[in-house]
């Protein structure tokens, strides 16, 4: 997996995933966020590097669509075309598979080979989560 910086697009999994997301219909693509961040959310005791990739970028699109979220997609990350109106329902799922991303067993957590980098990431996941979070 190539990973170049500590963005929830910055890597080539989560920039595949975004990428993918052009060719689909609205129902397509609620359904691969929903599929994205369900298969981490309930993963066992190990997230697959992949997998938690394609999570926080769906994640990531999810909250940037918050009115006043501080989660901001550049022109350059994220899907070409505007996204749909995805469910609210999804947004404790997307937490949940935050969450097991940054613990041990994921391998996005374990991965860093910079410890600065490392935090810079996980800060970036922990704000995700906060604009996940916070009551509609």
């Known amino acids: 997996m190539g990973t170049w910086g500590t963005g929830p697009f910055d890597s080539d999994l989560a920039a595949d995933f975004v990428d993918g997301l052009a060719g689909m219909s609205a129902a397509q693509v609620v359904e691969a ?3 994205a961040v369900v298969k981490v959310a309930e993963a066992g005791s190990r997230v697959d590097g992949g997998d938690g990739a394609e999570a926080v970028a769906a994640a990531a699109l999810l909250a940037s669509r918050i009115p006043g979220s501080q989660v901001v997609i550049g022109p350059d990350d994220g899907p070409s075309r505007p996204l749909p109106d995805i469910p609210l ?5 997307a937490v949940r598979a935050l969450r097991r991303v940054l613990r041990d067993g994921s391998e996005l ?3 860093w080979v910079d410890g600065a980098d490392a935090e810079e990431w996980r800060a970036t996941i922990r704000r995700i989560i906060r604009v996940l979070d916070a009551t509609p």
């Not at 329902?89 to 799922?93: A, E, G, I, K």
Request: aromatic content about 0%; cysteine-free.
């Open 33 to 35: 966020m929903t599929r």
């Open 89 to 93: 329902s999804l947004r404790p799922v």
């Open 109 to 111: 957590a374990v991965g």
